[in-house]
Antibody, heavy 120, light 107 residues
Framework: QLQLQESGPGLVKPSETLSLTCTVS??????????WVWIRQPPGKGLEWIGS???????YYNPSLKSRVTISVDTPKNQFSLKLSSVTAADTAVYYC????????????WGQGTLVTVSS | DIQMTQSPSTLSASVGDRVTITCRAS??????LAWYQQKPGKAPKLLIY???SLESGVPSRFSGSGSGTEFTLTISSLQPDDFATYYC?????????FGGGTKVEIK
């Protein structure tokens, strides 16, 4: 049974960098069958794809966030990470890590999500 | 970028009602569309993929249809457990886009 768990600070100051890590257990992050994804959801609002990474390190980002986002993978630790720079209150959201089936494109497993608040 | 527009944004219905939610893509996405159900405080759950394929374990009262730019999610007989928010999502290529969501409320 695959499990994804987000970790990182729940409070970030404006203009600083938000950093989260997703630890994958019960499966290998090095599988060619999957992309690893970050998605966020502001309180009371809809879902927004942030970006995806393949085990090789190939990344794809949402154009609206691309200038501020970096996603990386650590295969020995079975983890992938998100960095979002120059945050504002608009970046306050529940951040989910998830697994996307590479060919089918669907997201079949999600972490529980972690709330990150941007505030001074 | 492909934009996804869902309607309605809120839907009030009673147990036993037939419910239909619509999702429109800004350009053709063939059948590369999924539907998710989300309950408060929980991650979304996959219901339908490739526009009309039912995910394993999902009740048969859920069905999806459409291709190109117009898609629908239908719940044939609404059950108490179905009151939730539903999202469509396109996956035509490497990017993903979600619709704005449809909240199904108790009438």
């Amino acid at each position: 049974q695959l499990q994804l768990q987000e970790s990182g600070p729940g409070l970030v100051k404006p203009s600083e960098t938000l950093s989260l890590t997703c630890t994958v257990s019960g499966g290998s992050i090095s599988s060619r069958n999957y992309y690893w994804v970050w998605i966020r959801q502001p309180p009371g609002k809809g879902l927004e794809w942030i970006g995806s990474i393949f085990y090789s390190g190939t990344t794809y980002y949402n154009p609206s966030l691309k200038s501020r986002v970096t996603i990386s993978v650590d295969t020995p630790k079975n983890q992938f990470s998100l960095k979002l720079s120059s945050v504002t209150a608009a970046d306050t959201a529940v951040y989910y890590c998830a697994r996307r089936i590479a060919v089918a494109g669907i997201i079949d497993d999600w972490g529980q999500g972690t709330l990150v608040t941007v505030s001074s | 970028d492909i934009q996804m527009t869902q309607s309605p944004s809120t839907l009030s219905a009673s147990v036993g009602d037939r419910v239909t939610i619509t999702c429109r893509a800004s350009q053709s996405i063939s059948s590369w569309l999924a539907w998710y159900q989300q309950k408060p405080g929980k991650a979304p759950k996959l219901l339908i993929y490739k526009a009309s394929s039912l995910e394993s374990g999902v009740p048969s009262r859920f069905s999806g249809s459409g291709s190109g730019t117009e898609f629908t999610l239908t719940i044939s007989s609404l059950q108490p457990d179905d009151f939730a928010t539903y999202y469509c999502q396109q996956y035509n290529g490497y990017s993903l886009t979600f619709g704005g969501g449809t909240k199904v409320e108790i009438k």
